[in-house]
């Protein structure tokens, strides 16, 4: 036998190895299998109880009806935009507010006692409260502060700040505890190199902690793209009022089945991009742990 022959045959897998591939494509093909078979089972279901029913047809007309569909769909495509004029600003405002509430509750030192305090108690009482009651507080609260003879506020702001001082208060634990779960050595180090306080924090500190905390600021995102739709309570007319003025005009649901699958168009994405980031973090955590 030559030296070519041995090598090669040495490169040949083992009866064990050729044995566990068998096993791995067997698997596949059963899993295959009972993915199509449950998949089929469900289908049947799903006609048998809900498309063979006989409240079926009235069910349609009056969610599904294509017809109400497209005439609605102008003027809830508008008050779409809308919403998501609203949820770019909140996302903007909420991010500024949210960071430096969490930089104020990491501070140290005794002298920071009362900004520490104050930013506990913003965080304590915006997430214990409804988002509906601040919209009604702040959509009703603020222009009652300016009188009879003050400027008129757009409901869409008023729905901005809202969101912001609500959801603010859920960003800035998440951007704390990232905050919190960097290494102390971390902030020694940018300390020992001649970079100040806010240079570290700026420089090493944050970047550190929005990478470990990339995940839940995107749920708390694909969160606030659902709940811009609430500012429809202050009299703003976006997507889920204009459902709401064509359903009275058609006397008709389908509007609001249509302002829904604007707001899950506008979630998908983001949503199949955290499960993507979370499943490649998981990946990087469990690198050389998976037997």
């Known amino acids: 036998m030559t030296t070519h022959d041995a090598d090669r045959e040495a490169r040949q897998p083992s009866s064990v190895e050729l044995d566990r591939r068998a096993f791995r494509r067997r698997q596949s093909l059963r899993s295959v299998l009972i993915s199509i078979a449950s998949t089929l089972v469900l289908a049947v279901a799903a006609w048998v109880f809900l498309i063979n029913t006989p409240g079926w047809a009235q069910v349609q007309r009056t969610f599904f009806d294509p017809q109400v569909f497209v005439a609605a769909l102008p003027r809830v495509w508008d008050g779409f ?9 909140a996302v903007i ?5 949210a960071v430096l509430i969490a930089v104020i509750r990491t501070l140290r030192g005794p002298v920071f006692f009362p900004l520490r305090a104050l930013a506990a108690g913003y965080t304590d ?12 507080l702040v ?7 300016q009188g009879a003879d003050g400027a008129r506020i757009p409901a869409a702001v008023l729905g901005t700040i809202a969101l912001i001082l609500t959801y603010s208060a859920y960003v800035s634990e998440v951007f704390r505890a990232g905050i ?17 306080h806010a240079q570290s924090l700026r420089l090493v500190i944050l970047p550190q902690a929005v990478r470990k905390v990339t995940p839940a600021l995107m749920n708390d995102f694909i ?6 739709g609430l500012i429809s309570v202050l009299g703003a007319v976006d997507a889920v009022r204009a459902a709401q003025i064509e359903t009275a005009k058609f006397f008709n649901f389908t509007p609001y089945v ?5 707001f899950v168009l506008l979630a998908l994405p983001m949503i199949r991009l955290t499960d993507w980031y979370t499943a490649r973090l998981r990946e990087r955590e469990q690198v050389g742990g998976i037997v």
């Open 81 to 89: 935009l809308l919403n998501l004029r609203v949820l770019f600003f």
């Open 93 to 97: 405002g909420v991010f500024v507010v």
């Open 125 to 136: 009482l915006f997430r214990g409260m409804p988002l509906i009651i601040v919209l009604y």
């Open 139 to 145: 959509g009703y609260g603020i222009p009652g502060l």
């Open 180 to 196: 919190e779960a960097v290494h102390p050595s971390q902030r020694l180090a940018a300390r020992s190199l001649g970079l100040t």
């Open 223 to 228: 969160a606030m793209q659902k709940d811009v």
């Open 258 to 262: 249509l302002a829904g699958l604007l």
